[in-house]
C-alpha cells in the first residue's frame, strides 16, 4: 500500500524529467493496464499551453519596436525638412543674436507639439480600439494606467531624440551662409 509523501519528500535534488521512469517503472509494477506513454514534467505541458499567447505577444512586441522605429524615423525626416526649409529664417534669427540654445528649444518644441498632437489621437484610438483586443490580455485592464503611461514617456522620449538631431544641425547654422541660402 502506498503512503502520502511528506513536504519533506516531495522536494529534492532530482530533476523531474529524471523521475519519470522510475514513476513509469511503479505505475507498472500497480497496474500494467494504465498508459504512461505520455508522461512530462508540468512544466513541458503548462509550456506548451502558453506557447500560442507567448508567440503573439513576441509578435506584438515587434510590430510595436517597428512602428516605434518607423516613428522616429518619420518625425525626424519631418523636422529635418522642416530645418532645411526653415534655414533662411533660422539664419536670420541667429544673425539677430538668437542664441543656439533658444534656436534648439524652438525646433525640439515643434517637434515635441507634433508628438503631442499625435499622442493625444493616437491614445484616443488605443482607448477605442483595446475594447477589441479584451481577448488576447491576460491579468490587465483594456484601459491600463500604466502601459499607457510606460508608453507615452517612452514615444516622447524617442521623439525628443529624434528632435534633438536635425535642432543641432538648426543651432549650428552659420548665420552667413543661411541668408545666402536658397
Excluded: W
Aim: with cysteine; proline share 7%.
Amino acid at each position: 500500500m502506498l503512503r502520502p509523501l511528506t513536504p519533506s519528500q516531495t522536494r529534492g535534488n532530482t530533476s523531474p524529467a529524471a523521475m519519470i521512469s522510475p514513476i513509469r517503472d511503479i505505475m507498472r509494477a500497480m497496474d500494467p493496464e494504465v498508459p504512461m506513454d505520455d508522461a512530462r514534467p508540468m512544466d513541458t505541458y503548462v509550456a506548451r499551453s502558453l506557447a500560442p499567447a507567448r508567440f503573439n505577444t513576441i509578435l506584438i512586441g515587434l510590430f510595436a519596436s517597428v512602428a516605434l522605429l518607423l516613428t522616429a524615423l518619420g518625425l525626424y525626416g519631418v523636422i529635418s525638412y522642416s530645418v532645411s526649409r526653415r534655414t533662411q529664417e533660422i539664419g536670420t534669427r541667429m544673425a539677430i543674436s538668437a542664441h543656439p540654445a533658444n534656436i534648439l528649444k524652438l525646433v525640439v518644441a515643434q517637434g515635441m507639439l507634433l508628438t503631442v498632437v499625435g499622442l493625444l489621437a493616437g491614445l484616443a484610438g488605443a482607448t477605442l480600439i483595446s475594447r477589441l483586443l479584451v481577448s488576447l490580455l491576460f491579468g490587465v485592464s483594456p484601459t491600463d494606467f500604466a502601459t499607457y503611461t510606460v508608453m507615452s514617456v517612452v514615444l516622447c522620449s524617442v521623439s525628443a531624440l529624434a528632435s534633438y538631431i536635425p535642432a543641432r544641425r538648426a543651432a549650428r547654422i552659420d548665420p552667413m551662409a543661411a541668408l545666402r541660402y536658397e
